[in-house]
T-cell receptor, first 116, second 109 residues
């Protein structure tokens, strides 16, 4: 079991450039989360999917951030255009497998974004 | 609104000493509380959840609804316990998981 897979692990871009992060959740996990983690802070939810439906995107800055989970499996988080303040770690997590329980999240390794 | 407070950003204890990482929450309903841990160069992972009432790696945490706390305790700290610890609150059902700001525990040999 590879766990939750995220790519890229690291990304450095200049401000105003676009960036995209990809997440492959654990097989069978219907719930997928994108979290933002700033330095010295805990993870903060950006968006939660139940299968392909975004059931909570209230914290997603929709002017520049977008996400999709078209087939209810993989997900992509995009920022366009990126700003300096977007530098952070973007965490993907999944939940819902019978072995772990509905509310137990399994996290990926994260994608660290640096905006110059 | 839901909130999780971890008052200590940094906590250092000597090996073999007891350790307590504090967590207080704010939620009017029936919460589900978790402790997640992130060891150096590893991903964030579940340590324990209050409904399991388990002891994981010697750690325990009791939900105190009167004090709205879920402190993490271990009687004898080990060097391998050095990590970042996050308390998290699930405000019912399939709702979102709210994290505290974390406490970095350092166990001094």
């Amino acid at each position: 079991e590879a766990g939750v897979v995220q790519s890229p692990r690291y990304k450095i871009i200049e401000k105003k450039q676009p960036v995209a992060f990809w997440c492959n959740p654990i097989s069978g996990h219907n719930t997928l989360y994108w979290y933002l983690q700033n330095l010295g802070q805990g993870p903060e939810l950006l968006i939660r999917y139940e299968n392909e439906e975004a059931v909570d995107d209230s914290q997603l800055p929709k002017d520049r951030f977008s996400a999709e989970r078209l087939k209810g499996v993989d997900s992509t988080l995009k920022i366009q255009p990126a700003e300096l303040g977007d530098s952070a770690v973007y965490l993907c997590a999944s939940a819902g497998g019978s072995s772990s329980g509905a509310n137990v999240l399994t996290f990926g390794a994260g994608s660290r974004l640096t905006v110059l | 609104a839901q909130r999780v407070t971890q008052p200590e950003k940094l906590l250092s204890v000597f090996k073999g000493a007891p350790v307590e990482l504090k967590c207080n929450y704010s939620y009017s309903g029936s919460p589900e509380l978790f402790w997640y841990v992130q060891y150096s160069r590893q991903r964030l992972q579940l340590l324990l959840r209050h409904i399991s009432r388990e002891s994981i790696k010697g750690f325990t945490a009791d939900l105190n609804k009167g004090e709205t706390s879920f402190h993490l305790k271990k009687p004898f700290a080990q060097e391998e316990d050095s990590a970042m610890y996050y308390c998290a609150l699930n405000a019912g059902g399939w709702d979102n998981l709210f994290f505290g700001t974390g406490t970095r525990l350092t166990v001094i040999p």
